[in-house]
């Protein structure tokens, strides 16, 4: 190798100078941190890697509890989800998600084109809550399963640990969340890190929204998102803005990581969340898919997880105003930005009918296929010239309930991709529904109590017309234009299209011999309000008063 020339004094004293000169330029350019890999925080705003705004708009799926419930992913990206927040255990409360388990629900997150914000729940409550464990306990956890999240970073936000303090200790909050993410940091995570708020989440004591400044400026790559749960304590439209806008003004990150419509602290005020955060282009996760107990099981947004039974809550959020349905748009990392996927399925085969009953029909057809994946079927009824969707599914099969006995349908059906495009209507299917038997064993009254500018109220009443008491309850019936259950009491009622399906409450599942119950409920409408002519009980047809 040619020895290199050593300089000479003069030259080596120039550069000297011209060094000095540099340096503090140099020092000037240099960055105080790398650019996270994937999501990352500029302004206040959470950007993807492409730079793409992105804000979320999805729900909370308790997996650590229902571990055979991962195909849940895919129903709620076709309800129009861009985010799921799944639940996890360390292992301390819990059973323990290991390694290959987050793996494998990254890859479902990735599969159905979600983002996927991972949480440890073992924290919830710590200082009150009996073997609640600590941030630091939470941040091991990650380490653990880390080889898991490496290269995921434009896939999957780590929220640290779930609610992370109750009402006792919590001032320890800012010091011990400024802890766990630099444990994470110098670990080598490269995340942008989702942080809780103490007091379970909701901050009534504002320690999250008075020292979020300094726990951001404690994180080395400046990639920290706050979540602020929203229950009983934000029941006023004045408090969601008031705490929210503060976020806002200073430029700080916040999303709303859980809420509900409604709450054992209190009456959360769901239309102000959803409202809020859609002026302010802030994200929110619902809590939660499907599987509440103890008490609080109004919290499901789907019965027993069936996609096709969206309770009240569920059909608030994900259909009503503010909605994830109207508000939702997909990562870019998923290619459906601007100039990303605009090509829709094919269209899904012929219908074919099955099981046709006076008020019922299964119906099945060939998958549709698309580039990118189909996310969900919209099954439409056709009706002089005119849709409206009677069933939403992931799958390729439906049974569509409450139909008109005697009476001819018309069916088709059309593919969803996660990109939101919809592909052609499929070919018609025409059935005809039995006339039923002359004997029925339940009555039903249906009539409008009440009306006004776009709503309504009304009135079911079942008359047990048969020889036996009926313990526990299940009615069904579709209503002929676009009117829209927004609370019921008597019942818990779920609709997916024109189809609703209500199950007894406590206080009205036993109808003796002879006897009757009455259940009331409000609705919207944007014009006529025909009543439904045919509804079914317990899967046996009704007559109608």
Known sequence: MRPRTPASPRTAGLLAVLLGLLLPFLALTTPAHAAPPGFRVENGRLLEASGNDFVMRGVNHAHTWYADRLGSLAHIKAKGANTVRVVLSSGDRWTRNDTADVAGVVAQCKQNRLICVLEVHDTTGYGEQSGAVTLS??????????????????????????????????????????????????????HTIMVDAPNWGQDWAF??????????????????????????VFDTAAEIS??????????????????????????????????????????YLGWSWSGNG???????????????????????????????????????????????????????????????????????????????????????????????????????????????????????????????????RSATVTVTTSSGGTTRACEIGYRVTGEWPGGFQGEVTVRNTGGSAVNGWTLRWTFPADQRITHMWGGTPTQSGSAVSVVSASYTASIPASGSVSLGFTASRTGANPGPTAFSLNGADCSVA
Request: proline share 4%; charged share 15%; aromatic share 8%.
């Open 294 to 424: 103890g008490g609080v099981e109004y919290l499901d947004m789907v019965t027993n997880f069936d996609p096709n039974q969206l309770t009240g809550w569920g059909e608030r959020i994900f259909n009503g105003a503010d909605g994830i349905a109207a508000t939702s748009e997909e990562a870019a990392v998923y290619g459906s930005g601007s100039g990303g996927d605009t090509t829709p399925p094919t269209a899904p085969g012929a219908p074919s009918a099955s099981a046709v009953t006076s008020s019922s029909v299964t119906l099945a057809w060939g998958a549709a296929t698309d580039a990118n994946g189909v996310t969900g079927y919209d099954v439409v009824r056709i009706a002089g010239g005119a849709e409206s969707t009677v069933v939403t599914t992931a799958g390729t099969t439906a049974t569509v309930t409450g139909l008109t006995p005697a009476t001819s349908h018309t069916f088709a059906v059309y593919a969803r991709d996660a990109a939101g495009n919809r592909s052609q």
């Open 137 to 190: 306990r939470a941040a091991d956890y990650w380490i653990s399963v880390q080889s898991a999240l490496a290269g995921q970073e434009d896939h999957v936000i780590v929220n640290i640990g779930n609610e992370p303090y109750g009402n006792t200790g919590y001032t320890a909050w800012t010091a011990d969340t400024k802890a766990a993410i630099q444990k994470l940091r110098n670990a080598g995570f490269d």
């Open 242 to 283: 008031d705490y929210l806008g503060r976020f806002v003004s200073a430029k700080l990150p916040i999303v709303v990581g859980e809420f509900g419509h409604n709450h054992s602290d209190g009456d959360p005020d769901e239309d102000t969340i959803l409202a809020v955060t859609r002026q302010l282009g802030l994200g």
């Open 207 to 232: 320690t999250m929204r008075d020292n979020a400044a300094s726990v951001f400026a404690a994180d080395p790559d400046a990639n920290t998102v706050f979540s602020i749960h929203m229950y009983g």
